[in-house]
Nanobody, 121 residues
Framework: QVQLVESGGGLVQAGGSLTLSCAAS????????MNWYRQAPGKERELVAQ???????NYADSVKGRFAISRDNAKKTVYLRMNKLKSEDTAVYYC???????????????WGQGTQVTVSS
């Protein structure tokens, strides 16, 4: 199957920056899309940024101009560079892989365990 492991979360002051990483492992041949979602306390999980093959990206309005998603397909890793962080960016950030082709089949969607990002004001 597919395993996704996020890293890079932590505590940062408002206006600061963080970079999240998510590495996929397994017998993976191809990943169509790698995305970042977040979920703040008491709120629903929301899409933050999308990256689809070959190089299309999409962002939530709330993070446009501040966050940047990128992929290293050789390493099966997706990154989320977060700049000018605000207190409202505080959430658990989840990595999501969609359209994963494996040696022995396919996985429609897989999720990481999440990494906490806390922005202090």
């Amino acid at each position: 199957q597919v395993q996704l492991v996020e890293s890079g979360g932590g505590l940062v002051q408002a206006g600061g920056s963080l970079t999240l990483s998510c590495a996929a492992s397994g017998s993976i041949l191809y990943i169509a899309g790698m995305n970042w979602y977040r979920q703040a306390p008491g709120k629903e999980r929301e899409l933050v940024a999308q990256s689809t093959i070959p190089s299309n990206t999409n962002y939530a309005d709330s993070v446009k101009g501040r966050f940047a998603i990128s992929r290293d397909n050789a390493k099966k890793t997706v990154y989320l560079r977060m700049n000018k962080l605000k207190s409202e960016d505080t959430a658990v950030y989840y990595c999501n892989a969609v359209g994963v082709k494996l040696l022995g089949g396919r996985v429609t969607s897989a999720w990481g365990q999440g990494t906490q990002v806390t922005v202090s004001s």
